[in-house]
C-alpha cells in the first residue's frame, strides 16, 4: 500500500489534512494490517503508537515493541486510547520497566504499575514539581507587573510554602532513612 508523496499530499489535501497527518494515518492503517487487527475501534491506540516521542525511541533501538504494543492493544487491557498512550510514555522513558515488558516479564499495565510503585507517574511528585516550575518561572519583571495586592497575596502564600517545606523536608528524609534501616 506504498504510495508517493505526490499521492500523499494530494490525498491529504482533499480531506483537509497535513501531509505529515496523512502519511501517519497510512502507517496505522498499515501497521493495523501488519497484525492482522480489523477491530476498528483499535486505530486510536496504533495511531497513539506511532505519535508517541517515547514509545517510537523504545521501537528504534527494540524493534520486539511493535509486536507487543499489538499484543496489548488486542488484550483490551486499556478502555481508552489516552490510558493506553499514558501507560507508553513512563513505561518506554524506564529502562527497567521497558526490560520487563520486552522480556514478557510484565504486561504494559503491570509495567506501569512498577513504574508507579517507584515513584515515576505519581500524581503528587508532578503536582510538586509543576509547583517548583511556576515558582522558578517568577522573576524581576514578572512581579514589578503585579500590583500591591497580588504582591501581598504572592508574598504571604510564599511564606506558608516556606514554613511547610522545611517540616516536609524533614519528613522526607526521616522516612527515607528509616526505610534504609528497615531494608538492612
Known amino acids: 500500500m506504498a504510495h508517493t508523496p505526490e499521492e500523499l499530499a494530494k490525498l491529504s489535501q482533499s480531506i483537509f489534512i497535513s501531509p505529515n497527518e496523512g502519511e501517519k494515518l497510512v502507517k496505522t492503517i498499515e501497521l493495523m494490517q501488519k497484525y492482522k487487527d480489523k477491530k476498528n475501534d483499535n486505530f ?33 487491557t486499556f478502555k481508552r486510547a489516552t ?8 513505561v518506554c522513558k524506564d529502562r527497567s ?14 509495567s506501569l504499575d512498577y513504574v508507579e510503585s517507584r515513584g515515576g507517574t505519581a500524581k503528587l511528585p508532578k503536582r510538586v514539581h509543576s509547583a ?20 501581598n497575596k504572592i508574598h504571604a502564600d510564599l511564606k506558608k510554602i516556606k514554613r511547610k517545606t ?16 528497615t531494608s538492612k
Not at 526490560?99 to 504494559?108: A, P
Not at 517548583?132 to 504582591?151: A, R, T, V, W
Open 166 to 181: 522545611i517540616p516536609l523536608l524533614k519528613t522526607i528524609d526521616r522516612i527515607k532513612a528509616d526505610r534504609k534501616t
Open 132 to 151: 517548583m516550575e511556576i515558582l522558578i518561572s517568577l522573576n524581576l519583571e514578572i512581579l514589578k507587573g503585579l500590583s500591591d495586592p497580588e504582591l
Open 44 to 76: 486510536s491506540y496504533y495511531h497513539a503508537f506511532l505519535g508517541n516521542r517515547a514509545a517510537q525511541e523504545a521501537f528504534k533501538a527494540n524493534p520486539i515493541i511493535e509486536k507487543i504494543v499489538a499484543r496489548e492493544i488486542k488484550s483490551n
Open 83 to 90: 490510558e493506553f498512550r499514558d501507560a507508553l510514555t513512563p
Open 97 to 110: 520497566a521497558l526490560k520487563k515488558l520486552l522480556g514478557g516479564k510484565q504486561n504494559l499495565a503491570e
